[in-house]
Nanobody, 124 residues
């Protein structure tokens, strides 16, 4: 099993940046695909980015492509999400997730392990 803990959320003005981190423990994180999701008040949880186990390549939701950069550091058992040019619509609780697998996974029900979430608030 894997335990995930997100950190780095906070309050930022539109156009600013935040860097989220997800620390994994329990088992080697290098054997797991990872993903980032977010959930805004009154809305369903949505996909943000997926990172493969095989080579660490990333697939992004169109809403964040070009602004967010996801990465993983298997040696440190961490997954990161660098968020730039933030918009008020990005306001949400951000979650990292993981599962055993070598491909991309875009649905929340495809993931087995979840962090507790970290709040990101973008003011206009």
């Amino acid at each position: 099993q894997v335990q995930l803990v997100e950190s780095g959320g906070g309050l930022v003005q539109a156009g600013g940046s935040l860097r989220l981190s997800c620390a994994a423990s329990g088992r080697t994180f290098s054997n797991y695909a990872a993903g980032w999701f977010r959930q805004a008040p009154g809305k369903e949880r949505e996909f943000v980015a997926a990172i493969t186990w095989s080579d660490g390549t990333v697939y992004y939701a169109e809403s964040v492509k070009g602004r967010f950069v996801a990465s993983r550091d298997n040696a440190k058992n961490t997954v990161n999400l660098q968020m730039n040019s933030l918009k008020p619509v990005d306001t949400a609780v951000y979650y990292c997730a993981a599962r055993i697998g070598g491909g991309y996974y875009f649905r929340q029900d495809e993931y087995d392990y979840w962090g507790q979430g970290t709040q990101v608030t973008v003011s206009s």
